[in-house]
């Protein structure tokens, strides 16, 4: 009988549980757990993040790598496991340094299920055995164990510990629901030890012990050369923070896997992002974490601000990105079944802010919360300003909470933009899936709402776009949502010069460390808490977009530099991939409201991966060569996986193994299409001259290749096709048809 019969065997074993270091069986719920126990400190660890030091390492989606060191007492250990096949897995830990006599550390391998099934321990085989239905799990070691014992549970086992200490053997036992194998750092400083699934005993055995031999290496998804390791780090972050939700019985990328908030949590903006980023390697688990996002649509129409174990806020809602994200994820996966499976609610939901976030019929929303629900903070102003996400940011300072219209008395700008974006989007979405009437509609919303930011949320005295007083008067305070008309392309030319000198001003956004939350001349800079004046990694990102959208090449290569270097600062030294960031001095964890592995902050690394190979929500497929070395892979596309190298000064764009495309000049290629007879990509303004080769043509063919308007004449080459490009002054679409 399978405990849970939904996840892909080639991801069965995985780090599920709130213990990093605990491998998982999931569809049997079998696992192994190590505990270790210190003598010096009288105290043991399961390696538990809240209340253990652990630096998570490299940890491949599907599990296929997983490694990472804990501190004890003075004692480091490194864990790292590798899965020779699907069902088989293979672990190690090496004593890194030692905080004591070798013989009084202990590291324990517990094997368990998830039923209370006995475990068994064989000493002819030296194996321990559990039976799941008709399914055997083994676990072997290298090193016969110093003692084997049972226990109750893993709780039970650490009790024994720190009661009876390691020199105690009434303990022991070769079957109980917890069997512990126990070692020592005096006898085994390191060690390895494996665990196969099989559907005999002896199957189970053997296959584990053939893992005992010599690892088998698992290629990961990375990046080196420009922005070097910044795909990795995406990677990680997303491999750690996905888990196990038992309450709901589904896999989700969870905000972090550091904090207490119940059984699960889910805020619908970081779930959204929580799949963009899981996308770029796994659409299946970036289709999950879609799902888990819009679990949380009400009857009402919204999507809840967040449903954890402990509450729901159905009352309120977040800024509507899940269309902007959905509208990625399709064109990087080309998977139409995606929008169909979240378009309905996305629709809904742009309705809903409509209806009932515009009390004065304005055309402009403000932030409310709605009289449903038991949702903590229900019918107060900080509940409604949760529906911006930035809960105590000085930008709503001056906002006055009406209990009658249940609304903030403000325009957010941020928010606006947002419910714009968010009805282009759902244009585009509209198209795609053959809705002609609703593409119409949606695309007329946004345009509209374009008009109305531009003309009523602009601050012409002070040159930024900023929230403002549904009576006339503007907020004093102003944060990077000032910025949000660039994402969602409402701003006018004039407009968006201005906003630049606000970018590069050391006064308010510039500086070392980019992008503040409340401007360095705002009081609430100073104060350094959340939202008032720290860095966040959500928002950088969402300006970066937005500049991209608008031209702004040089300015987005700069606040991709900047976000790329503010996560390096915490991340190589100490692996911290934080919620946020100060923004003088660049730290992490300066205080105590930041948590050290947040899923958005793999958006930092996003940026410097998509200064390289990108799915642009304007430009599709976008490749740019900065004439840098970088190799970047593999990622998904629509038709295969995608690895992007660039050395010697040439850029090669590699499908499925085989090289597509290179070209030897600097500049953008975007929109990028490859189809069974032709190809398409349009050369941004500012490419260098140079040559493109085509590998999948045939050097025989004789294909017909345009420019903008001219005629382009391939040259047969050694494994395709070449075509002279010369430098692009503006814009250009190159097609090829053969």
Not at 601 to 615: C, H, N, R, Y
Request: proline fraction near 5%; aromatic fraction near 10%; charged fraction near 20%.
């Amino acid at each position: 009988m399978l405990k849970h019969a939904t996840i892909a065997i080639d991801r069965a074993w995985n780090s599920w549980s709130d213990r990093p270091a605990e491998a998982v069986f999931l569809p049997l719920g079998v696992r192994i757990t190590p505990v270790l126990y210190s003598s010096r400190a009288r105290s043991t660890s399961a390696i538990e993040p809240r209340r253990d030091v652990v630096r998570l390492g490299r940890h491949g989606i599907d599990g296929s790598v997983i490694e990472l060191e804990t501190d004890l007492a003075g004692t480091t250990l490194a864990f790292a496991s590798t899965k020779p096949d699907p069902f088989v897995l293979r672990g190690t830990w090496v004593a890194k340094v030692r905080g004591e006599w070798g013989l009084r550390f202990w590291v324990t391998l517990a094997l368990s299920a998830e039923g209370g099934e006995a475990v068994q321990y064989d000493a002819a085989s030296g194996a321990a055995l559990v039976k799941i239905g008709t399914r055997f799990v083994a676990l072997v070691t290298d090193a016969v164990p110093v003692q084997v014992t049972g226990h109750a549970s893993i709780e039970a086992l650490r009790q024994d510990y720190q009661d009876n200490g390691y020199f105690d053997v009434d303990s022991r036992s070769t079957e109980a629901s917890v069997l512990a194998l126990r070692f020592n750092l005096e006898m085994m400083p390191q060690g390895t030890y494996a665990a196969a699934v099989a559907d005999s005993a002896a199957r189970a055995i053997a296959k584990a012990k053939a893992a005992l031999g010599p690892p088998v290496s698992a290629a990961l998804p990375c990046q080196t050369g420009l922005a070097a390791g910044a795909l990795d780090a995406v990677r990680d972050i997303v491999g750690w923070n996905t888990l196990w939700d038992a309450v709901n019985a589904r896999p989700y990328t969870a905000v972090t896997r550091i904090w207490n908030l119940g059984t699960f949590a889910v805020w619908y903006n970081d779930q959204t992002y929580a799949a963009l980023l899981a996308g770029v390697f796994d659409t299946n688990l970036a289709r999950g974490n879609m799902a888990v996002a819009h679990a949380g649509a009400t009857p009402q129409g919204n999507v809840a601000c967040i449903v954890t174990s402990k509450d729901q806020w159905v009352d309120r809602s977040q800024p509507p990105l899940g269309s902007l994200i959905a509208w990625q994820l399709y064109l990087r996966s080309g998977e139409r079944s995606g929008l169909e499976a979240v378009y309905p609610t996305l629709a809904r939901n742009q309705r809903w802010w409509r209806a009932m976030r515009d009390p004065d019929g304005s055309g402009l929303v403000s932030c409310g919360t709605s009289d449903v629900g038991e949702g903590l903070y229900k019918g107060t102003a900080f509940g409604a300003r949760n529906e911006t996400g930035m809960d105590n940011s000085a930008t709503h300072d001056e906002a006055v909470y009406d209990p009658v219209s249940r609304s903030l008395s403000t325009w957010d700008v941020g928010l606006n933009c947002a419910v714009a974006l968010d009805a282009e989007m759902l244009g585009k979405m509209a198209a795609v899936l053959g809705l002609p009437g609703e593409a119409a509609e949606f695309s007329a919303l946004a345009e509209t709402s374009r008009a109305l930011i531009r003309e009523n949320l602009w601050d012409e005295s002070r040159g930024l776009f900023a929230n403002r007083q549904r009576d006339g008067g503007f907020v004093r305070s102003v944060s990077p949502t000032s910025f949000y008309p660039l994402l969602c392309g409402a701003a006018s030319a004039g407009q968006v010069q201005a906003l630049l000198g606000h970018l590069h001003d050391p006064l308010t956004f510039g500086g070392d460390w980019t992008l503040p939350n409340a401007t360095r001349d705002d009081p609430a800079f100073a104060e350094n808490v959340y939202w008032r004046g720290r860095i966040w990694p959500n928002v950088n990102y969402l300006v970066w977009l937005g500049l991209r959208r608008y031209g702004l090449t040089a300015e987005a290569q700069a606040l991709a530099a900047k976000s790329f270097a503010l996560f390096e600062k915490s991340w190589n030294p100490a692996r911290i991939a934080a919620e946020n960031y100060n923004a003088t001095t660049g730290e992490a964890m300066d205080q105590g409201d930041t948590d050290p592995f947040y899923i958005w902050s793999g958006l930092l690394p996003l940026m410097a991966v998509a200064e390289v190979v990108d799915f642009d929500p304007w430009r599709g497929l976008t490749l740019t060569h900065s004439g840098a070395d970088v190799q970047l892979g593999p990622i998904v596309t629509p038709i295969g996986k995608l690895v992007v190298c660039a050395v010697d000064g040439t850029m090669t764009a590699v499908l499925n193994g085989q090289a597509a495309l290179s070209f030897d000049f600097t500049g953008t290629l975007s929109g990028i299409a490859f189809g069974a007879s032709g190809f398409a990509a349009t050369l941004e303004a500012g490419a260098a001259a140079g040559r493109l080769v085509l590998h999948a043509i045939p050097p025989e063919a004789t294909p017909d290749a345009r420019l903008g308007a001219l005629t382009i004449r391939g040259v047969p080459v050694d494994g395709g096709i070449a075509f002279d490009i010369g430098a692009t002054g503006e814009q250009r679409r190159f097609t090829v048809s053969f």
